[in-house]
């Protein structure tokens, strides 16, 4: 299983990027989909989240970061609007064919992608 993630790259305050993650299965096989980002020398930290009945996020990206699937194209994608400066990372997307009730849990995912770049100039 791999997931492919795409669509990082340099863009400033205020502006907007869609990521998306290919993943080579079906993603209607995965109870659950996320997206993580890692900062220069931080810890990887929970972004969003897309079960089959609810999405999830980080409190500093909701109302500016909306993630959704397209189960026919085996895609997720994360829309990211109003970009900060602090949102500089890397993006990550994982997935889990398990739900293990905790979303924003980093091991809860069995599946990752590479990551994508994101950086937002001030």
């Known amino acids: 299983v791999q997931l492919q993630a795409s669509g990082g790259g340099l863009v400033q305050a205020g502006g907007s990027l869609r990521l998306s993650c290919a993943a080579s299965?079906?993603?209607?096989?995965?109870?659950?989909m996320g997206w993580f980002r890692q900062a220069l020398g931080k810890e990887r930290e929970f972004v969003a989240a897309?079960?089959?009945?609810?999405?999830y996020y980080e409190d500093s990206v909701k109302g500016r970061f909306t993630i959704s699937r397209d189960n026919a194209k085996n895609t997720a994608s994360l829309q990211m609007n109003s970009l900060r400066p602090e949102d500089t990372a890397v993006y990550y997307c994982?997935?889990?064919?398990?739900?293990?009730?905790?979303?924003?849990?980093?091991?809860?995912?069995?599946?990752w992608g590479q990551g994508t770049q994101v950086t937002v100039s001030s």
């Open positions: 299965i079906r993603t209607d096989s995965y109870s659950v």
């Open positions: 994982a997935a889990s064919v398990l739900n293990l009730g905790r979303p924003s849990w980093p091991d809860g995912y069995r599946f």
């Open positions: 897309l079960s089959r009945s609810s999405s």
